[in-house]
């Protein structure tokens, strides 16, 4: 089970690709191999034990809270569980635990490579690796940044925070298997070094769907699932000094994103879906698809109010009178599902996105 894999990798892969409802009654052993994100954690649950076969056996070497602990032992005393292989838990160190002292379980440290030689060796690593960008802001063999030399650094530094929100906001609202990407650069930023650039977009992409990927591995990643990547650039633009556009395609549909840099280095979206708007990203924003009809920000602006949210920014954007419209909201705390449920029950809502950036 994997959601973000497409039919094609997992062919490539030769496994079949199943839903979790039709994974549970089938397995013998299930072993998790997922980051924790919110859509992860608790996945492995009571709701879940009930769906599998009795004498089931589950693994977890990825991350605690993937499982349920609480829900594990019962599951185990019942007898559904026959047994379970666990080395993360839902509290770490795990010095007190539900699981310890049972005999259908095997407890061991997630120890990866924590030992006293590694440790030593990845800090004398660490402090080169420091000296060369304190000395002339280069930076080779950085855990998570691609080279960039010291005369592209101050060049990049707007451009890489443009181009994680880009990532960012389009792996946040992507709900299905990436199948295509494609980064557009224009203007000034056909002029660039791209390849650290294009690492970031595809980072900011990939983090809401897996937990640990920064600019070093994301291509790598990318790659590993078959993610086609293609980097374009064209000439100077009439109305932008320099524009970044992303487009992602998926098995459901395809979106593409732009954004630009004011006065020099301040990040604005400037286009959603081939819709013009002009925003700018804060850290709790709400992202909204809708018809464009009467009344319908007063409504939003009210279910928002009556929720105890408070409006920073307000963007809006149309296609055309009576068509397709978007909204992007800063708001002053992170919107709840609880919250964005209200907003989607509004009349003409189509989507309703919660963002973090």
């Known amino acids: 089970y994997d959601p973000y894999l497409t ?27 997922t980051p924790m994100t919110d859509a992860t954690r608790g996945i492995v649950n009571a709701e879940a034990f009930a769906k599998m076969k009795d004498g089931v056996r589950i693994i977890n070497c990825a991350r605690g809270g993937l499982v349920v602990e609480a829900d594990l032992k019962a599951a185990i005393d019942s007898g559904k569980v026959a047994g379970a292989a666990m080395d993360v838990f839902e509290e770490e160190p795990a010095k007190e635990n539900v699981l310890f002292g049972m005999e259908q379980v095997i407890a061991t440290p997630h120890l990866g490579a924590a030992t006293d030689e590694a440790q030593v060796n990845v800090a004398i690593q660490v402090a080169e690796q420091l000296s060369d960008y304190l000395l002339d802001g280069t930076v080779v063999n950085a855990i998570n940044m691609p080279s960039v030399s010291a005369e592209d650094a101050p060049k990049l530094a707007p451009y890489l925070k443009l181009a994680e929100q880009l990532g960012s906001f389009a792996g946040q609202v992507t709900e299905t298997a990436i199948k295509k990407v494609q980064i557009e650069y224009c203007g000034q930023a056909a002029e660039l070094n791209t390849k650290p650039l294009t690492a970031v977009v595809l980072q900011g992409l990939l983090s809401p769907l897996l937990e640990s990927v920064n600019m070093v591995s994301a291509p790598s990643v990318a790659k590993e699932r078959n993610i086609e990547i293609s980097e374009v650039t064209c000439d100077a ?58 009344g319908f ?31 992007l909201i800063e708001v002053d705390e992170q919107v709840s599902e609880e919250i964005a449920d209200k907003v989607r029950a509004l009349p003409h809502v189509v989507r309703a996105i919660p963002l973090r950036f």
Do not use: C, Y
């Open 7 to 33: 039919e094609e990798r997992a062919a490539d892969l030769g496994v079949e690709k199943v839903e979790l409802d039709e994974l549970f009654p089938r397995a013998d052993f299930i072993s998790l191999h």
């Open 237 to 294: 633009l009439d109305e932008f000094q320099t524009k970044i556009t992303l487009t992602v395609t998926t098995e459901a549909q395809t979106r593409a994103l732009s954004g630009t840099l004011f006065a020099g280095d301040k990040p604005r979206i400037v286009e959603i879906k081939g819709i013009a708007i002009d925003a700018e990203l804060g850290p709790n924003m709400l992202f909204i698809t809708n018809e464009d009809k009467p």
């Open 297 to 327: 920000i007063g409504a939003l602006g009210t279910a928002l109010g009556e929720s105890d949210i408070n409006i920073a920014t307000f963007n809006l954007g149309r296609d055309k009178a009576d068509g397709d419209a978007i909204a």
